[in-house]
């Protein structure tokens, strides 16, 4: 009979733990989230209002909360770019959501992150590729190419660049300069298409050794456009191809750039 009754408690708590396992489980699932209360918060690089101001938020934005315990009434929230931030606890409601919340709970960032041009000041780009255009005897041939374009970011929709790039051809080397600008169409997307427009020249310096070849200098109108890949922690990723019209006194010849690299907004 003692037999029956132990093997009746064991299978007794083997179901409780059944029951008990998925509860906790589900549990340690739920996801932490702070919802702005007030009508602007402003979140911080560190616990405390003698750090620097990273971004404002508004009522009603939701930010993932780190999980860590910071000192006094601070928050450590990430970012939609994945950067952590702080922020002063009786600005915001905590809320927890589970697994199984409806369409349209908030989420934490993912390796896609919108572009950080909201509040930019300036950007720095460095994109590589390859050239195309006419050379001195007048056929067409592709070349390695390397450019820098700085940035004045005037609102998260437009910026002005400038830009210095660099060819090294068979004949010499071709230096592209000028200056421009870039308009983001959708600057919250993560993946935000682009267009340029600008103007510059084109000078063209052969090799040493050409007794035959002389420098030249073309005026260049550009036009262009692309993919800006913005990656948590602030990493862009620029895609671009740009056409190049090269004019002189008495002719005009068209090129083409076909670039991918790095940028940065700060």
């Not at 938020?57 to 315990?69: L, N, S, V, Y």
């Not at 009434?73 to 952590?84: I, N, T």
């Not at 682009?194 to 040493?208: A, H, V």
């Not at 008495?250 to 750039?257: E, G, L, S, V």
Request: charged share 15%; proline share 7%.
């Amino acid at each position: 009979m003692s037999g029956l009754r132990g093997l009746f408690a064991a299978a007794l708590l083997a179901g409780s733990l059944f029951m008990v396992t998925p509860a906790r489980a589900a549990a340690d699932d739920v996801e932490a989230f702070a919802r702005v209360i007030v009508d602007s918060a402003e979140l911080r690089s560190g616990p405390g209002i003698s750090y620097r101001v990273v971004t404002s938020a508004h009522r009603g934005e939701t930010f993932a909360i780190d999980g860590r315990p910071t000192s006094g009434f601070w928050l450590r929230v990430f970012l939609p770019d994945g950067r952590a931030a702080y922020v002063l606890g009786d600005q915001v409601q905590p809320f927890a959501v589970s697994p199984d919340a409806p369409e349209g709970r908030p989420s934490r960032p993912g390796l896609l992150a919108p572009p950080p041009l909201e509040g930019a000041r300036g950007g720095l780009a460095i994109v590589g590729g390859v050239f195309s255009g006419p050379v001195d005897d007048g056929s067409r041939a592709s070349f390695g190419y390397m450019e820098i374009r700085p940035q004045l970011v005037l609102h998260k929709t437009i910026s002005l660049d400038g830009f210095l790039g660099d060819a090294l051809t068979a004949d010499g080397q071709q230096l592209l300069y000028g200056a421009g600008a870039t308009v983001h169409f959708f600057p919250s997307w993560p993946i935000c298409p682009f267009g340029t427009l600008g103007g510059g020249g084109l000078s063209s310096f052969p090799t040493s050794d050409s007794f035959v070849l002389k420098r030249h200098d073309s005026f260049v109108g550009r036009v262009g456009g692309g993919l800006l890949l913005a990656l948590r922690n602030r990493i862009l990723v620029r895609l671009e191809v740009t056409n190049l019209t090269l004019f002189t006194a008495d002719t005009y010849k068209n090129a083409q750039t076909y670039a991918g690299g790095l940028g940065v907004y700060f």
